[in-house]
């Protein structure tokens, strides 16, 4: 299987600010406007219970996770990812369990249970097809507890496009973290 983010995976945290995906960044980065939904989930569970982030990407979301004492195994389908997940848990110090797997083998790579299963951003597009997406949300309904939470977002980039048409650069430079000057990209409309 192909690793598309290899060339990506570097610099993918330039995409948001270190309020986000920095030391003390906080959950439902590479979700927004579903911390909410996320945040009601997180209050329910008691510290130390095991919550799943298998769309980890870089771990922001992971991450943030662990920090409010929760047991935290991250997962993503990319290599490259997964790779700066361990990079970033190790850089702030967060511990955390972090494994390369496909939504469709999480039974045997990371049984569970989980009281909640986290796949945001966007990332179920990735299955690409209607068989793949139903293979992938069984994967993680078989290491769901039985009363846990499932949280999966999606977009509709249809929605999107039509609301907000074009992407210009912000009006300041970010620093990311390392030191590194960034412009991110905001979606605006443009009538």
């Not at 990812?81 to 850089?91: D, I, L």
Request: proline share 5%; with cysteine.
């Amino acid at each position: 299987m192909e690793d598309s983010y290899v060339d990506l995976a570097h610099d993918y945290e330039w995409l948001f600010g270190d309020e986000i995906v920095g030391r003390q960044g906080g959950f439902g980065a590479t979700s927004p406007g579903n911390q909410a939904l996320i945040g009601a989930a997180v209050e329910n569970l008691s510290p130390g219970s095991p919550v799943l982030d298998c769309a980890c990407g870089i771990g922001a979301d992971a991450m943030a996770l662990a920090r409010r004492g929760l047991a935290v195994t991250a997962t993503d389908g990319s290599h490259a990812m997964v790779a700066q997940t361990r990079r970033r848990s190790e850089q702030y110090g967060v511990a955390m369990a972090v494994f390369q797997s496909r939504w469709q083998d999480l039974p045997d790579r990371v049984p569970g249970p989980y009281a909640l299963v986290l796949c945001l951003g966007n990332s179920l597009v990735h299955a690409e097809t209607r068989t793949n997406r139903i293979a992938a949300l069984e994967g993680m309904k078989k290491v769901l507890s039985p009363n846990g939470t499932l949280i999966v977002d999606a977009r509709n980039w249809e929605l999107m496009y039509k609301s907000r048409p074009r992407i210009i650069p912000a009006r300041k430079v970010i620093k990311a973290s390392g030191g590194a000057l960034h412009l991110p990209l905001h979606l605006v409309d443009s009538r």
